[in-house]
């Protein structure tokens, strides 16, 4: 069936590094993507958006890719700071007039200083 | 801050009652959705209701229901609880309905059913 899943259930880096976390859909026929931050005790923090349209986008610090080939999504945050530990989930719209996103299991991205 | 605003923050109730969770959409929405998240897992969606009528349901069942009022604030009530039913809940405020849109979530409600 449908899902969103994640390779790395964690990730562990070093403050000042680069962070990838990747998130792998099954769903050909999604056409909208987003990356969401979830810290401890709180909801679900929109962080950024790609449509299939396009395959990057960038916001501040942080990067999205898409590559529709092999249903592949990626969020990489530059110079992680300890604030971005949290957990991250892709999600995924399954195209047209549907009307839910489709949540991953999510990251666990821990920084340490 | 997301605008997303939900009560009660958490709520203890034994399985059989039921229960009623609120939230207020961000100001000039049109659009919510509720999800389910238990713990340890991404967030599963339940219904989404645009201009006081549901859009679309996911895989839940009757026993859960919703309300959205005229001013875009809405209701998640569930009947019979189960044990399964402790998650946190989240309401996420969107400008149009449909899932290709940005969602704002709010903190959400904590619910133990035991």
């Known amino acids: 069936g449908e899902s969103v899943g994640l390779h790395l259930p964690t990730l562990s880096v070093q403050e000042g590094d680069n962070s990838i976390i990747n998130c792998a859909y099954s769903?050909?026929?999604?056409?909208?993507f987003i990356w969401y931050k979830q810290e401890s005790g709180k909801g679900p923090q929109f962080i950024i958006d790609i449509r299939s349209n396009m395959d990057k986008r960038q916001g501040q610090r942080v990067t999205v890719l898409l590559n529709k080939t092999v249903k592949h999504l990626s969020l990489q945050i530059a110079a992680t700071q300890p604030g971005d530990s949290a957990v991250y989930f892709c999600?995924?719209?399954?195209?047209?007039?549907?009307?839910?996103?489709?949540f991953g299991k999510g990251t666990l991205l821990t920084v340490n200083p | 801050e997301t605008g997303v605003t939900q009560s009660p923050t958490h709520l203890i109730k034994t399985r059989g009652q039921q229960v009623t969770l609120r939230c207020s959409s961000q100001s000039g929405h049109n659009t919510v959705s509720w999800y389910q998240q238990a713990l340890g897992q991404g967030p599963q969606f339940i219904f989404q209701?645009?201009?006081?009528?549901?859009?679309g349901r996911g895989n839940f069942p009757p026993r859960f229901s919703g309300l959205q009022f005229p001013n875009y604030s809405s209701e998640l009530n569930v009947n019979a609880l189960e044990l399964d039913d402790s998650a946190l809940y989240l309401c996420?405020?969107?400008?149009?309905?449909?899932?290709?849109?940005?969602?704002?979530f709010g903190p959400g409600t904590r619910l133990t059913v035991t």
């Open positions: 996420a405020s969107s400008l149009a309905k449909g899932g290709a849109y940005e969602q704002y």
């Open positions: 999600a995924e719209n399954s195209g047209g007039s549907n009307y839910k996103l489709t």
């Open positions: 209701y645009y201009r006081e009528e549901e859009n």
């Open positions: 769903n050909s026929a999604s056409d909208y």
